[in-house]
């Protein structure tokens, strides 16, 4: 409809009027007809310009007008794509000029309309962004709605995708502006212009460095420090906070002023206003100067850090619940974290002090906080950990004399932080602390047995802290290895669930350092571990199969005897009847831990075997039917959950892993390798990941069985060789090298499609090196096999092929691909010429090798030497480093 020719109908005029003095009344029914009358006039195809109009008439009352926008700015967000551009545009004028309304509500209204407006294409508005600046530099009344719309639509540029191009053509127009206004005293809006610079200096330092003086904007936030106002602080802290970051240097004359301010803010009583303070301190520390700043200052710091570490009121309050004997009590649901959530790395309780940075604390997920966030205790741990890493055993003489006071102390919340003091300066000052670390060890054992939970908790996380000496200090393990080990293993039967938590995950990190020195007491280990599937439910039973799969990484296939699969098995496979719904965290949690611990088991795993690869095969044709039922009618039936499928096609991977040969007649009596064939070529990256995974195995198992129909998956499998998935491609180059072994010259039809990925991803400098190293074997290998291969770009490939195999352990991997590179460096002459160093330092990596692969490559070297000549050989060879010159005659007499 053309806004030029509209006019109101006057009977539609009146009904909106009366809907709207109706809306105004508070009364539920009149309300809920209201609410149904507003839906019918949603569809009227003029009911935006009706509602515009009775904003812009002055002789209805402020109330109905002001109403009127509200609703407006509601409708023009649903219907604006509908709305004709001649009509938009009138709209904007209208609004620019409503926007100097007398009516302070009117305007407020207008103000939402106009932001809304901006919203969905600011770039066809030029006129908006001048007006709001003209508007608020003007001493009058409506230069304050002018200022709120104005932060509104530079608060939306951040949420909107803008391209820097875009953000810096308006931070230019405004942001200096604000930087000005900063400095006038009438300004009562500098609260709101600090927080909006702080935002799109976070967000767009680059844009923000080209818009503002920062030195000036560094110099009007100082004057406005000392306000009693606490957002303000907040936002000036934040402001000095990002100034280092960005290790601006105009910070740098002011900068003992700004320390000694954010020092006293630091201990202010607004908890906020100090967290945001304390961020100084661990922004600081990611500097390389950071000990020649704070050296003049760490006298005074550590102990305003120190005494932040205590819990505050408002964490007691959050944590206390978790404080009594809790033992009987079911984990409410979100204490509840999925097990096959967790990353590879085991993500476990004791990070829960890692910052988003990966430093020490921070993580939200763990046993003091997955409650109540980041807060100052937490900054000033990992301030006081990254300022020891930074300062080393220096700080010492400073610090210990405070935590031989606080460790004793009364006040079991001084206690308490003081033991979290000792677990953050670990690994900055352990060799300072080793002379008192026998002392101090013992008394962390018996301060296990503290009264309070809270301090239980925290020393066994300092406990995890110093593992490593704990188990590598004294060749007897009776001093401090087994007293750790069996403190922990007897909290994880505490009464108190934050107490087993922190008890498990510190006994993860014990496993992992200690390794096969558990082999030992893996009887003991498991029983404990069988005590715990008894008392366990939720987060704690999590943390438990996290501590299962620990102890299989660390011992291997020693966990694979009878007497040990006794004890693991019954209470894993129990738990695993006990749920029956496939898409239950905790049913996946078990399958999770199999999928882990199978291939320590081995042969072990085959009294077990049957049931389990059943209900995997189950699983993924379920998966398969329901979503078969989803795409035949989506409204139907929802979209599958499909993480059982990922984690069922994981534990066969394992079972392969595990069982080798015993494998084989579970392929040869199902329908496997059919169902990969689809799940190779599903949407989803991790499961396509994990059935090229599976089928690589099953290569190594039973090529012969798979050999029919093997060219349709190698197609299959050319196709993830797509650098984008990672994880997906990394399987596809290894499952193609295994293939070469078992085709030999019947790999040859593919060869021109897999040369091509290869080459793309080795020529791909930001894929990772593990990604490099994977092609690299592969391709080697293919060239071991059909050595008459021509590669183009031979420079930037073998070159990178040399630096990937050169960090191989010796293995019969490691054989073949030497092989297949020598064999393309004899067919590349070009590549000896410019890169042979690298060819070099490659071979230099081995430390027992063939004697027909040391002839092959020892008459390279000495063919390339002869090619050289003796004066170019010795310029050449002057270039190596000493002991790759030692390498290199030690294994092949060159």
């Not at 490593?468 to 009776?478: E, R, Y």
């Not at 439910?537 to 299989?552: F, Q």
């Not at 040369?755 to 092609?775: C, D, E, G, K, Y």
Request: proline share 4%; charged share 20%; hydrophobic share 40%.
């Amino acid at each position: 409809m053309d806004w030029t020719l509209w006019r109101p109908r006057e009977e539609t005029l009146t009904s909106i009027k009366e809907l709207l003095q109706d809306a105004l009344i508070p009364d539920s029914e009149i309300q809920k007809d209201v609410q149904n009358k507003l839906k019918n006039l949603e569809i009227v195809e003029d009911f935006t310009y009706y509602l515009l109009y009775i904003v812009g008439q002055s002789h209805f009352s402020e109330e109905i007008r002001s109403l009127s926008g509200i609703l407006l700015k509601n409708n023009i967000a649903a219907v604006y794509n509908k709305l004709p551009q001649d009509s938009i545009t009138k709209i904007r004028q209208l609004c620019l000029m409503l926007l100097r309304d007398p009516c302070r509500d009117v305007r407020t209204s207008i103000s939402n309309v106009i932001y809304t407006l901006a919203k969905h294409n600011l770039n066809t508005w030029p006129e908006l962004i001048p007006f709001l600046v003209k508007s608020f530099e003007a001493p009058d009344e409506f230069s304050e709605v002018a200022l709120t719309t104005l932060f509104c639509v530079c608060e939306e540029i951040m949420n909107l995708e803008k391209s820097e191009e875009e953000i810096c053509t308006i931070t230019k127009e405004v942001f200096p502006k604000f930087v000005d206004f900063l400095a006038d005293e009438k300004c009562d809006k500098k609260q709101n212009i600090i927080k909006l610079i702080n935002q799109f200096l976070q967000d767009h330092y680059k844009v923000m460095k080209q818009s503002i003086d920062l030195a000036k904007y560094l110099r009007n936030v100082m004057q406005l420090a000392d306000t009693d106002n606490l957002d303000m602080q907040k936002y000036i802290c934040h402001a000095f906070v990002m100034y280092i970051e960005y290790r601006e240097e105009c910070l740098l004359p002011h900068l003992h002023d700004v320390i000694m301010y954010l020092m006293i803010k630091t201990q202010h009583e607004d908890l906020e206003v100090a967290l945001g303070a304390c961020e100084f301190w661990l922004a600081v520390t990611k500097l390389s100067n950071c000990k020649d700043i704070l050296t003049p200052y760490i006298d005074k710091l550590l102990p305003i850090l120190l005494k932040n570490m205590k819990y505050s009121t408002f964490e007691l309050i959050a944590l206390k619940d978790t404080l009594r004997v809790d033992e009987q009590n079911e984990d409410p649901s979100k204490e509840t974290y999925p097990f096959h959530m967790h990353d590879k790395r085991i993500a476990r309780e004791d990070d829960c002090y890692s910052n988003e940075d990966g430093d020490f604390l921070g993580n939200c997920d763990d046993v003091d906080d997955f409650y109540v966030g980041w807060t100052l205790r937490k900054c000033s741990a990992a301030s006081l950990d990254a300022i020891a890493v930074k300062f080393g055993e220096d700080i010492l003489p400073l610090i210990v004399p405070f935590l031989n006071e606080l460790l004793y102390h009364q006040d079991f919340l001084i206690k308490e932080s003081a033991i979290l003091a000792l677990g953050a300066i670990s690994e900055g000052c352990i060799n300072g602390l080793k002379p008192h670390l026998p002392y101090l060890i013992e008394y962390l054992i018996h301060t296990m047995n503290d009264d309070h939970s809270m301090v239980r908790v925290i020393t066994c996380w300092t406990l995890s802290r110093y593992v490593s000496w704990i188990i590598n200090s004294q060749p007897s393990h009776s001093i401090y290895f087994i007293p750790v080990m069996t403190i922990l293993l007897k909290h994880f039967m505490d009464d108190n669930k934050r107490v087993q938590r922190a008890a498990i995950s510190a006994f993860c990190v014990f496993q992992e350092e200690a390794q096969m020195q558990l082999i030992p007491y893996i009887d003991l280990i498991l029983e404990g571990f069988q005590l715990g599937f008894q008392k366990f439910n939720y987060r704690s039973l999590y943390l438990l199969y996290d501590a299962i799969n620990v102890l299989a990484l660390s011992v291997g296939n020693e966990l694979g005897k009878p007497e040990y699969i006794e004890k693991l098995m019954p209470p894993i496979m129990q738990k695993l009847n006990e749920y029956n719904n496939y898409s239950d965290d905790q049913f996946i949690a078990v399958l999770e831990c199999l999928a882990n611990i199978i291939p320590s088991l081995d042969a072990g795993f085959l009294p077990y075997s049957e049931v389990i690869y059943a209900q995997c095969m189950e699983i993924i044709m379920d998966t398969f039917m329901a979503d078969a039922n989803f795409q035949e009618n989506l409204n139907g039936f929802d979209l599958p959950d499909k993480e059982p499928m990922h984690v069922a096609l994981d534990v066969l991977y394992s079972m392969a892993v595990g069982l080798k040969s015993y494998f084989y007649k579970y392929v040869t009596n199902s329908n496997l390798v059919c169902l990969l064939y689809t799940t190779m070529q599903d949407c989803s990256f991790l499961i396509r990941q994990s059935s090229i995974a599976l089928y690589g195995e099953l290569v190594l198992i039973c090529y012969p069985y798979l050999s029919t129909n093997v060219g349709d998956y190698i197609k299959l499998i050319i196709k993830n060789l797509d650098e984008c998935y990672e994880g997906v491609c990394k399987n596809a180059a290894w499952v193609i090298g295994k293939l070469t072994t078992v085709m030999g010259n019947e790999i040859r039809p593919y060869i021109p499609e897999i040369l091509t990925a290869f080459i793309n991803i080795l020529r791909n400098p930001i894929v990772s090196r593990a990604m490099h190293q994977t092609v690299s074997i592969s391709l080697c290998t293919l060239c071991c096999i059909c050595p008459d291969i021509t590669i183009n770009d031979s420079d930037t490939v073998l070159k990178n092929c040399c630096m990937s195999l050169r960090s191989l352990k010796d293995s019969d991997e490691k054989d073949l691909a030497f092989r297949g590179l020598c064999q393309v460096v004899v067919r590349h002459p070009d590549f000896c010429q410019n890169n042979f160093m690298y060819f070099c330092d490659a071979v230099a990596s081995w430390n027992t090798v063939k004697p027909d692969l040391r002839d092959i490559i020892k008459n390279i070297l000495v063919s390339f030497k002869e090619q050289c000549g003796e004066m170019n050989w010795i310029q050449f060879y002057g270039q190596f480093p000493e002991l790759l010159k030692l390498q290199l005659y030690n294994l092949y007499g060159v």
